[in-house]
């Protein structure tokens, strides 16, 4: 079930509080919550990991955007829309490139409108 932005970012600073490695997924999360995004996206965690998606319904249910920590300054991307993991999208980014990251992938499939002037 989808969790508010405001209760994701907490379990992310729960965790960076006591000591694990993820400021990365915090500094994301805080910004998704802050940004337009928010509200047109829907969230849940597994273990450590951020699962995305463009509906309110279970992650397992339909094609999803998962966003791992890899605990040395990066964050994994992968878009899990296909069983055949050769076949998924799949990107690496330092922690504080990780929102732009996101903002890429978001532009890339179409998920919002773009800011960016058309010409």
């Known amino acids: 079930m989808p969790k508010p932005w405001k209760d994701i970012a907490a379990f992310y600073r729960d965790l960076v509080s006591r000591g694990m490695p993820i400021q990365g997924m915090l500094h994301l999360t805080e910004q998704i919550e802050a940004s337009r995004y928010a509200r047109g996206i829907f969230a849940e965690t597994s273990m450590?990991?951020?699962?995305?998606?463009?509906?309110?319904?279970?992650?397992?249910?339909?094609?999803?955007?998962?966003?791992?920590?890899?605990?040395d300054g990066t964050v994994e991307f992968r878009y899990v829309d296909t069983q055949l993991s050769a076949r998924q999208w799949h990107r690496v980014a330092k922690d504080e490139d990780a929102f732009a990251r996101l903002i890429g992938f978001f532009d890339q499939l179409h998920w919002f409108p773009s800011d960016r002037p058309t010409s």
Not at 50 to 66: K, N, S
């Open 48 to 71: 450590h990991d951020l699962c995305v998606m463009q509906t309110d319904g279970a992650f397992w249910e339909g094609p999803y955007l998962r966003i791992s920590p890899r605990f």
